[in-house]
Structure formats: C-alpha cells, structure tokens
C-alpha cells in the first residue's frame, strides 16, 4: 500500500511564500513520475508540475516561473516551492505518484492565499 503524505499548506498573503512536502512510503525512484495538482472550489483537479525519474519537469503555464519541484531521494520527499503567490492559487494540493501499475493521491493540504 503506497502512502503520499503531504504537509507545508496553510493561509499565506499574496506574494508570499510556501513550500509543500509529499513523504512517500517508498523509494521515490519505484515511481515513473511524481508531480503535484491542485483543485479550486468548483474547478476540476490540474495539474501543476510533475518529474519523471530521469529528472524531466514540467510545469503548468499558470504557475512557471513562479514554482519549483525538487526531490531528495534520502528522504524519500518531494517538494514544491511556490513563490509570489496568488489568490488565485488558492486550492487543494495534491501529490500524485504513477508507476506501471497504478496511480497514488495524498490526502491533500489547503494552499490559501489571502488578498
């Protein structure tokens, strides 16, 4: 049973700072991606940025420039920085994990971004 374990969320004003964390239940580099997404009241899950095990990134138009996602694999950890946020960041974050087999969700951490 894979576990993502988000943590770092919470009320930040606009132009401020976050980083997120996903702790997984294993080696990060079983998984073929890991990424993050993100739903808004009443708008459909996005995603925000994802990497693949080789390292390849990609980000959404909405936050690049604005957002980073790294890994320490020690730590088994996936962290997404978020810079001069928006209110319109506002949402649920979620990691995400894919491998051959299937899909994995955390639970979610609210991201609040206050005008």
């Not at 004003?13 to 739903?39: E, K, P, T, V």
Request: proline fraction near 2%; include cysteine.
């Amino acid at each position: 049973q894979v576990q993502l374990v988000e943590s770092g969320g919470g009320l930040v004003q606009a132009g401020g700072s976050l980083r997120l964390s996903c702790a997984a239940s294993r080696h990060i580099f079983s998984f073929n991606a890991m990424g993050w997404y993100r739903q808004a009241p009443g708008k459909q899950r996005e995603l925000v940025t994802s990497i693949s095990t080789s390292g390849r990134i990609n980000y959404a138009d909405s936050v690049g420039g604005r957002t980073t996602i790294s890994r320490d694999s020690a730590k088994n950890t996936v962290y997404l920085q978020m810079n001069s946020l928006k209110p319109e960041d506002t949402a649920v974050y979620y990691c995400n994990a894919a491998d051959s087999w299937s899909t994995y969700w955390g639970q979610g951490t609210q991201v609040t971004v206050s005008s």
